[in-house]
């Protein structure tokens, strides 16, 4: 989100049509083009669950006459589906809003729909905040589009911000929005149960229910016949996926669930995202061990290298408890497992000593890769009622300042490792300067570039790699 406000500060010095219609990270890119009567297009913020859920959406929207467009200029309906997750993804969406009026005005009949967690969090009160806004729809109340668009059409502004217990939109085929035909994401499960002091997440997405494992597997073995080569499978705590029939004869915990997924095609290579420190099992590394195809790569969020922190963020774990799951990670998987991390610098009350002492855990993992913050207090959740945001923003951006040139050193530090070997790489697209080089991931999700000869997106192809920056792997295809 941190590069979408920067998008927006530079679009802000061009003309409101430029800068309404300016591209974002964001966009639909795929298009459906099949002559339904209405178009929508669809703009999506925050984490991959909410792009997943995007997809999901197109699908539901379809089935009621919409194609999707990638050019808001053509659309009838827009969607936001946003993120409350900083104060900072709230704001990009209230500023987007502000372009899109522009829009509004020349075509008064567009329908300017909000979805996903600043809609759960903001309920009817968005639509007296955000006057342009017509449609207010939370993340599992989206089967009730067709009547909400119905309400709309109707002259009326409407409202769905039912959490559910058991939605897991398990039925529905999504329509790949962003996908570059090669890796898709797949949604495992929704919601979560932990209650990390700082996030708003419980409040926005409800309860944690798993999805019923058949129609995953059978919705990745369509995935493969469609020639896909990777998929990610999606939850907030991916850990504590659990599902069983109705009858109690099978129950699936999230080591089978990755068995079973990986069965399914050995060409296939399967990902997930995100682990919890406290519940990822040593089954689940021994699955990862026993099959190939899954990427030896784990999203472990730390948050934070101080014990009392920790507590008082509520993540149910110590710093010698993860040191002890990165231990075990290294002995199963070995030294190559790649490994990220989410911090956060100048949660409430955190001192000078317990912010060196998430430096020294980063020294102690070394992280190939991490997403790094800044503290934002969100209303409603544990540690704005209980405790004071009392780290002057100076000092928390200083803090994570030190945080961020830390995992600098230690990225670079980590691609070295895979100087002057070969790369077993997965081709997704062209590299971003040159259509002469190809860019792809490793096993260990490091992006990797190399001269494009003969070879093309979805190939797997062995790359010697030669060279790195801080965030890339450059080499040379071997045949
Ligand atoms: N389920 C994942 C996290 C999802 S939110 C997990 O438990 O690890 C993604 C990341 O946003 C979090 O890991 C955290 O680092 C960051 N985040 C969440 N709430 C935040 C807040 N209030 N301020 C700053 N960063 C926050
Ligand atoms: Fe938020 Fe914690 Fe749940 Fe992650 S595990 S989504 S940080 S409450
Ligand atoms: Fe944001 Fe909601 Fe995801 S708050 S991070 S979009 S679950």
Known sequence: MESLVTDLDFIDNR?????????????????????????????????????????IVSSIMFKEGFDTTSQIEQADVVFLNTCSIREKAEQTVRNRLGQINYFKKKKPGLVVGVLGCMAERLKKSLLEEEKIVDLVVGPDAYRDLPNLINEVDGGQKAVNVLLSREETYADINPIRLNSNGVSAFVSI???????????????TRGRERSRDAHSIVEEVKDLVQQGYKEVTLLGQNVDSYKWASEDGTEAVNFAQLLEKVALVHPDLRVRFSTSHPKDITDEVLHTMKKHDNICKYIHLPAQSGNS????????????????????????ILGEDCGISSDMISGF???????????????????????????????????????????????????????????????????????????????????????????????????????????YKKGDYVNVFVNDCSVGTLFGEAVD
């Not at 507590?311 to 774990?317: A, D, G, K, S, V």
């Not at 803090?399 to 830390?406: G, M, P, T, W, Y």
């Open 348 to 454: 409430c009350s955190e001192t000078e000593e317990e912010h060196q002492d998430t430096l020294s855990l980063m020294e102690y993992v070394k992280y190939d890769y991490a997403y790094m913050f800044f503290y934002s207090e969100r209303p409603g959740t544990l540690a704005a009622r209980k405790l004071e945001d009392d780290i002057p923003l100076e000092t928390k951006k200083r803090r994570l300042a030190e945080v961020i040139d830390k995992q600098r050193e230690h990225s670079y530090i980590r691609n070295q490792l895979a100087l002057g070997k070969v790369h077993k790489v997965l081709v997704e697209n062209f590299s971003k300067k040159s259509d002469e080089f190809l860019s792809g991931r490793n096993d260990q999700n490091k992006v990797v570039i190399f001269p494009k000869k003969h």
């Open 189 to 203: 499960m929704r919601g979560c149960d932990n209650m990390c002091s700082f996030c708003v997440v419980p409040f």
């Open 308 to 331: 009392r922190v920790l507590e008082l963020m509520n993540r149910t774990y110590d710093r010698d408890w993860y040191m002890n799951r990165v231990d075990s990670i290294r002995a």
């Open 15 to 55: 003309t409101p049509e430029q800068a309404a219609a300016a591209a974002c990270d964001t966009k639909v890119t795929q298009e459906t083009n099949t002559g339904r009567a209405r178009k929508l297009y669809i703009e999506s913020y925050g984490c991959q669950m909410n792009f997943s859920d995007s997809e």
